[in-house]
């Protein structure tokens, strides 16, 4: 079955830092372009960052220069690493796949339960 594993969410104050992590296992972890959205209370998603098929970085534009997404290929890991959180990066995030990261965050093919991110001011 394929799966992907949130972890890394918490509370943390305005201007500190996270790291997400998401751990796929029953797929080929080289056969799509992984990345994350997230979803804030009463808000739609958003795409926050992806890596394509060949493994390079897409991010939305207010998440650039403040997030890096990459991956450890042994560990079939994705990490996105969040530095000056803001109170609206409080969201929900989840990790996806999808066959090009211009798909994220509707057309997926596999989807985390996501992982919570709160951030205070």
Known sequence: EAQLVESGGGLVQAGGSLTLSCEASG?????????????????????????SKDRRPYYEDSMKGRFTISTDNAKNTVYMRMNDL?????????????????????????????TRVTVSS
């Open 27 to 51: 797929f080929t972890f080289d056969d799509f372009a992984i990345g994350w959205f997230r979803q804030a209370p009463g808000k739609g998603r958003l795409a926050v960052s992806c890596l």
């Open 86 to 114: 803001k109170p609206e990066d409080t969201a929900v995030y989840y990790c996806a796949t999808a066959r090009l990261c211009e798909r994220l965050p509707w057309y997926l093919e596999v989807q985390g339960q996501g």
